[in-house]
């Protein structure tokens, strides 16, 4: 009578849950098609609307952009779907997503197979690597593989803008005169364009353009030393930009560039007006390449008006920010030289040597990713210390001789353990390879002999000779062994002759003899073979075990000892499983 309640309680609980369960799996049906409803309800023009007031980098607009990429998505209309991966990009904050919306880009853009928006997709990824990593050769691949796609196409803004991110790298890696040539032409277009009749979103697009590259080609006459036509074109930009909303960014830059040419022509108090100005919208920005030029030559002006108390500041917001963005331009490399002197003259000798390493770390990254720029810059600070050093060589001389002796007495003996670790690579990989082709071309690693069949009549006879045993009870020993092996019951730990024996019914001298006689193996080595065979395909064929320790896989394939299962493992196949692996993620890594 209690178990019929409890069996009533426990149907009716069941029973709710299932139905509470079923209305849930109905009001999620119901949402989903909802959703999918509204989605093509809304039209791509109304789900823009949602997000196009924030500003960029604002991830709160992204929920609003991921539906207008998943209506693009669900219609096929990869035109929108590359507009929708673009705008994410436009407001993704963190720079790794940035990159890998870029390459959702272009894969939408090459199922669209227009020529236009496969240009601006790579286009887009080349800016990412420009503006978010500093990453120059990588964006100049990206800006070539745009130009070639867009040179024979009639959208003439589309081939000029990529023009214009090819000076500016080029401008950046200290190609100048081959940059003023891209620069020109732009400016040429944009100029020409404005003078016609555009359409108000045109007239926007071409008059940033128009401004950037006027700015781009400043700099180039800057770095060139010509500061006439530098200065003539400032002037140019501030008028053209000056009180334009639209345009804010670009008049700062025309600031901090005039700021510049004032520092040049010696008006110091005019160019600390212009530098201050402009700072702030920089910062806004997060440009922070140009944030620390101009710190930094509001450091010199005040430097040259002798307020240094003053300049190291400016002077040490530079290296602040090069060590938050880890990047740094080289005309800035002065900066450490004046801190390493001005520290020097203030005898603070942790201070001294921390700009100096600070020095040593810029020129490394100069020296990376500005080659062309990093052999023409005027390095002060190494003259005087090649100077000192010269001093010193004379009494170095001894020290370094016998310093030779020594690094060509540790030359050899790397070479001789090189040597010896390229004969053991070599001889590890003709294992590997043997090992590989016993893998490839058998259906297991063990002998022919091991197959689990007795179909000739004198293996029979022997084996009833040896036992004294029917030919049914052999038969049922070879099913069960068959089984053993099909289901696995190898790896299991401390497995022995007796208990496995016991578990088939029957007693240890059938089980050995069977064993020996159609395995041609004791049992200790039949259990071993079986389970290295195991572990050998596993790691092999499944990538998981590349990130298993030697113990975690002995323990996998039901050893307890690490050694005895790499000793076993080597006696087998030839080869350490350490070495199979690496081996084996090698040639993966490589397919």
């Keep these: 009578m209690l178990f019929n309640a409890f069996g009533m309680v426990f149907c009716v609980g069941f029973l709710k849950k299932f139905w509470f369960f079923v209305l849930f799996l109905l009001i999620g049906l119901s949402n989903n098609y909802c959703f999918g409803q509204k989605l093509q309800q809304d039209s791509y023009e109304s789900l823009k609307e949602k997000y196009d007031g924030f500003d960029k980098n604002d991830a709160k607009a992204l929920p609003f952009v991921n539906r207008f990429i998943l209506k693009a998505k669900k219609e096929s209309n990869y035109s929108k779907l590359v507009q929708g991966y673009q705008d994410a990009i436009y407001f993704e904050p963190n720079k790794l997503l940035k990159l890998k919306f870029a390459d959702s880009t ?36 990206e800006y070539l593989k745009a130009f070639s796609y867009v040179k024979n196409s009639d959208n003439e803004y589309l081939h000029y803008k990529v ?71 400032v002037d140019v930009g501030l008028k053209s930009s000056a009180g334009k909303k639209d345009f804010v960014l670009e008049y700062n830059y025309f600031l901090k560039s005039k700021g510049i ?34 710190y930094f030559y509001q450091g010199k002006s005040l430097m040259a008006l002798g307020k240094m108390p003053l300049a190291i500041p400016k002077f040490e917001k530079v290296d602040s920010i090069f060590n938050k963005n880890q990047f740094i331009l080289p005309e800035l490399r002065n900066n450490y030289e004046i801190l390493i002197s001005y520290y020097k003259k203030q005898k603070n000798a942790d201070k001294q040597l921390y700009y100096m390493n600070q020095l040593l770390k810029s020129d490394s990254i100069i020296g990376k990713d500005f080659i062309y720029l990093s052999t ?48 053991k690579e070599k001889m590890i990989q003709s294992k590997y390879e ?16 091991d197959n689990l069949s007795l179909d000739n009549d004198s293996d029979w006879l022997d084996i009833q000779k040896k036992c004294f045993v029917s030919h049914d009870i052999v038969e049922n020993i070879s099913s069960k062994l068959e089984k053993f092996e099909i289901n696995n019951e190898f790896l299991k730990k401390g497995i022995t002759l007796n208990t496995l024996a016991s578990y088939f019914g029957t007693n240890t001298k059938y089980l050995s003899t069977v064993i ?42 039901g050893f307890s000892s ?30």
């Design 163 to 233: 023009i214009y991110h090819l000076g500016v790298v080029k401008s950046y890696l200290g190609y100048y005169q081959e940059a003023i040539f891209h620069f020109n032409d732009c400016i040429k277009y944009f100029e020409t364009k404005l003078a016609s009749n555009l359409h108000p979103n045109e007239v926007y697009n071409h008059k940033k353009g128009y401004l950037n590259s006027i700015h781009q080609a400043l700099v180039c006459y800057r770095n060139l030393k010509e500061h006439q036509k530098s200065d003539s074109l």
């Design 434 to 449: 043997l090992l590989q082709k016993k893998l490839l071309t058998n259906h297991n690693l063990l002998s022919k002999n």
């Design 516 to 557: 020996h006689d159609y395995k041609k193996k004791n049992f200790n080595k039949y259990i071993n073979d079986l389970r290295i065979d195991y572990i050998t395909r596993h790691i092999y064929n499944s990538t998981k075990y590349h990130h298993f320790t030697i113990e975690a896989l002995a323990e996998e394939c």
């Design 106 to 141: 272009l894969i939408a853009a090459y199922h669209s197979k227009d020529n236009d928006l496969i240009t601006s997709a790579y286009l887009g990824k080349g800016i990412i690597y420009y503006s978010n990593f500093r990453k120059y050769t990588p964006a100049l691949n």
């Design 376 to 423: 023409k810059i005027h390095k002060d600070y190494d003259t005087k210390a090649l100077y000192e050093e010269k001093k010193e060589l004379e009494k170095e001389m001894l020290s370094r001789n016998v310093l030779l002796f020594f690094l060509v007495s540790i030359s050899t003996v790397f070479l001789i353990l090189f040597i010896k670790k390229y004969r």
């Design 261 to 294: 040419s004032e520092y040049y022509t010696h008006h110091y108090p005019k160019a600390l007006h212009y530098l201050t100005l402009s700072v702030n919208e920089l910062k806004k920005a997060n440009d922070f390449s140009w944030v620390s030029v101009n």
């Design 562 to 591: 690490r050694q005895h299962f790499s000793d076993l493992f080597y006696e087998i196949n030839g080869i350490r499983p350490k070495y199979f692996i690496r081996k084996r993620v090698q040639e993966l890594k490589n397919l």
